[in-house]
Structures are given as C-alpha cells and as structure tokens.
C-alpha cells in the first residue's frame, strides 16, 4: 500500500521556522519526484517546492525562494520541507505528493503525481 505521511506541522509566529516530513512507502522512493504542495483557505492547491529522488534536483516557487530548502533522505524514505523566515501568507495545509515520470514544466501541475498525503496544516501569526 502507498503511503505519503506528513508531520511537523503547527502554529508559528512570523519569522519562525518550521520543519516538515513526508515520509514514503509501498513504492520505489529513488524512482520518484517528491513534491510539496499547499493550499489556504479559499484558495487553489499551489506547488511549493519539488526533489528528484534520484539526482536532487530541486525546484521552488518564487515566494518561496530563499525561505524554504527541500531535502531528500533516501536511507528513509523522507522528504523535508525547512521552512524559515515564515509569513501569515504561508499558512495553510501543506501536502506531499509523489510522481513517477514529471516534466519539469509541469512540476506545479496537480495531475502530474501519482500520489498524495493527507496534509498537515501550518499556521503563521502575525
């Protein structure tokens, strides 16, 4: 069986850090791009930040270049998400999802993955 868990969500105030985990199993972790997704309320699910498990390669949004790193550790089975210098703007619930084959211009496109977490909300006070 597939399984996405994410953990390490929570309540933050602004300039905070938070770290999260999307830990995998029931696939090949090295065949696969780990994505991390995030959607506020009342608002479309929207690509994060994205790892190739098997060459690191990563990718990430614009509004969060150089506040998040992604990371994989591939003796795990685990993705991180280090998320700092946090905004209120970053709450919301954040998702992890796995795809098989990914084209690079669509790394942010839902349908792309195969698979999905159940999500774990961050909150960021102001």
């Known amino acids: 069986e597939v399984q996405l868990v994410e953990s390490g969500g929570g309540l933050v105030q602004a300039g905070g850090s938070l770290r999260l985990s999307c830990a995998a199993s029931?696939?090949?972790?090295?065949?696969?791009?780990i994505g991390w997704f995030r959607q506020a309320p009342g608002k479309e699910r929207e690509g994060v930040s994205c790892i190739s498990s098997s060459t690191g390669r990563t990718y990430y949004t614009d509004s969060v270049k150089g506040r998040f790193t992604i990371s994989s550790d591939n003796a795990k089975n685990t993705v991180y998400l280090q998320m700092n210098s946090l905004k209120p703007e970053d709450t919301a619930v954040y998702y992890c999802?796995?795809?098989?084959?990914?084209?690079?211009?669509?790394?942010?496109?839902?349908?792309?993955?195969?698979?999905w977490g159940q999500g774990t909300q961050v909150t960021v006070s102001s």
């Open positions: 999802a796995a795809a098989k084959s990914l084209l690079v211009l669509r790394r942010w496109v839902l349908s792309s993955y195969d698979y």
């Open positions: 029931g696939f090949t972790f090295d065949d696969y791009v």
